[in-house]
């Protein structure tokens, strides 16, 4: 009976490890799955995307804009 228990207990520890995981690296696993799923997909063709895929672009093109314009004091 120790041995059920145990294997129970081990089984239910990885589930909730894998779980913890998976929320954790949320963000990176979906980027990662998505680029899986492109990859395999014989349709796909990389120059139809109409995403900007430059390498030399602003990760945050309006943070600089922002930043160049003064707020108004309130």
């Not at 145990?6 to 239910?12: K, P």
């Not at 520890?13 to 954790?24: C, D, F, N, Q, T």
Request: aromatic letters at 2%.
């Amino acid at each position: 009976m120790g041995a059920i228990t145990t294997a129970i207990i081990a089984v239910v520890g990885l589930a909730l490890g894998w779980i913890a995981v998976e929320m954790a690296c949320k963000p990176c696993l979906e980027k990662g799955r998505e680029a899986i799923d492109r990859n395999l997909n014989p349709d796909y063709d990389p120059d139809d995307d109409d995403v900007n895929n430059n390498i030399r672009a602003p990760l945050n093109p309006d943070a600089d804009s922002s930043a160049s314009t003064p707020s108004k004091p309130v």
